[in-house]
């Protein structure tokens, strides 16, 4: 056992380096749309699979602390899904089956759907009406077909690269960053003070 960890500060600088590059190529007509959304709606729900789903409830949290009406799908208090509603899906693979039917649902209701993906021709991407596509930098999803399922089951849930940001923590990290970019957005435009946030947190811990 060794105090010294040689690698960690160079695979943080790598992972800096990637949200650099990534942030510096998304496409703008894309965030702009995703944008406009978020300040037109009235309820949004959020939801993702494994990591993606954590990521999905850390932006839900942030929603409502903006003042949002904002609901985690699956969660035992979240209420009917209605006309008119918005759901902000996060899956890399944009395949996960799970995520497909939960799109599939919300598109019945007619409600608007946006994806954040790494595969934007998946096909949630292609039933999505907002998609934002922060690419794969580490090409988890684009040698890998299969669904989250499959891959956790045959346990072929594994980077084809390297040892660097495996599975799809590349995608997952970029889409807190990319979604904590929003809310710093939303709270710039909505001129949301600090306090009035503080006002919403949780209190009963």
Do not use: W
């Amino acid at each position: 056992m060794t105090d010294e960890a040689p690698h960690i500060p160079g695979f943080m600088q790598q992972m800096g380096e990637s949200i650099t590059k990534t942030s510096g190529s998304l496409d703008h007509a894309q965030i702009a749309a995703f944008f406009s959304a978020m300040l037109a709606a009235k309820r949004i729900y959020v939801s993702g699979a494994g990591r993606s789903g954590l990521v999905a409830k850390a932006f839900g949290l942030r929603l409502m602390h903006l003042g949002y009406e904002s609901y985690v799908v699956g969660e035992t208090i979240t209420p009917a899904f209605h006309e008119g509603d918005m759901l902000v899906a996060f899956s890399g693979s944009g395949e996960t089956q799970s995520m497909v039917s939960i799109c599939g649902t919300a598109k019945d209701l007619k409600g608007m759907v946006c994806v954040i993906t790494a595969m934007p021709d998946s096909r949630i991407g292609k039933m999505a009406d907002l998609v934002v596509n922060l690419g794969d930098p580490t090409d988890v999803y684009f040698h890998d077909k299969n669904s989250f399922e499959v891959r956790q089951i045959t346990g072929k849930y594994r980077s084809i690269t390297s040892a660097f940001a495996p599975f799809g923590t590349m995608f997952e990290t970029l889409a807190l960053v990319f979604s904590d970019a929003v809310i710093s957005a939303l709270m710039e435009a909505k001129k949301d003070e600090i306090a009035k946030m503080q006002g919403r947190l949780s209190n009963v811990e």
